[in-house]
């Protein structure tokens, strides 16, 4: 079942929407937080987003760049804004249709199932990213945010955070971890995964997250 995030402040228009995409069998959440959407879009892990644009704390231009830092989930504007600007701002920040208010509920929807269709019918491709606290993790382009922080890992590096992330309520043996990325762990020199923590660690706190992972003596490691 696909996921559709709506953005929209208008309660009215919000659950207008949601009932509509809810009757053809998409899975919806509305936004309830607007000064953190990035939070309720990492924890949803939305197929799609319909993102108004006067919003408040920060218009939906302002979060569609930050959505766009972290993935390509396709992104259909919706705004009673109606200039050739506006217009073409929506898609230069990153969105990929743009509908005005007031619309027909069954264009939209005919504009949804389109957008569905080209991005994930040809495509196997799974959602990657994760969040864990401060932190967002693209697995794709390898890049981890903190705020406006950014910074590039290795692809073991990426591989050890996104693990421990997908683990984070329970305690990661160096064994098991060890295991997920080499896959068999008798190759693999067990100083090999000591180095590939601290400079993660390193990198972690350069985002200034640098107390994220806990050493368990004579356990393994865990988020904290």
């Known amino acids: 079942m696909y996921k559709i995030l709506i953005v929209e402040d208008d309660h009215t228009i919000s659950s207008i929407v949601r009932d509509k995409l809810n009757k053809w069998g998409y899975d919806t959440l509305t936004i309830s937080d607007f000064s953190n959407v990035i939070a309720e879009y990492t924890a949803f892990q939305p197929h799609l987003v319909l993102m108004d644009i006067n919003l408040p704390y920060y218009d939906g231009f302002f979060w569609c ?19 050739e600007g506006d217009k073409i701002r929506g898609i230069t920040q990153g969105g990929d249709d743009y509908i005005e208010k007031p619309f027909s509920l069954d264009m939209l929807i005919v504009k949804v199932q389109a957008m569905l269709r080209r991005a994930y019918s040809y495509s196997d491709e799974k959602l990657n990213v994760l969040a864990y606290r401060d932190i967002i993790l693209n697995i794709e382009d390898l890049m981890v945010f903190s705020g406006e922080r950014e910074i590039r890992l290795t692809h073991n590096e990426c591989k050890i955070l996104s693990f421990l992330i997908r683990n984070s309520d329970k305690i990661v043996s160096r064994p098991r971890l060890i295991k997920a ?4 762990e008798s190759f693999v020199d067990d100083n090999t995964l000591t180095v590939n923590i601290n400079r993660l660690r390193k990198k972690l706190k350069e985002l200034r997250c640098g107390d994220y992972i806990e050493t368990i003596k004579g356990e393994g490691y865990k988020l904290i």
């Open 65 to 83: 760049s930050k959505i766009r830092q972290i993935s390509k989930v396709p992104i259909i504007f919706i705004s009673s804004r109606d200039t």
């Open 181 to 184: 990325l080499w896959d068999d």
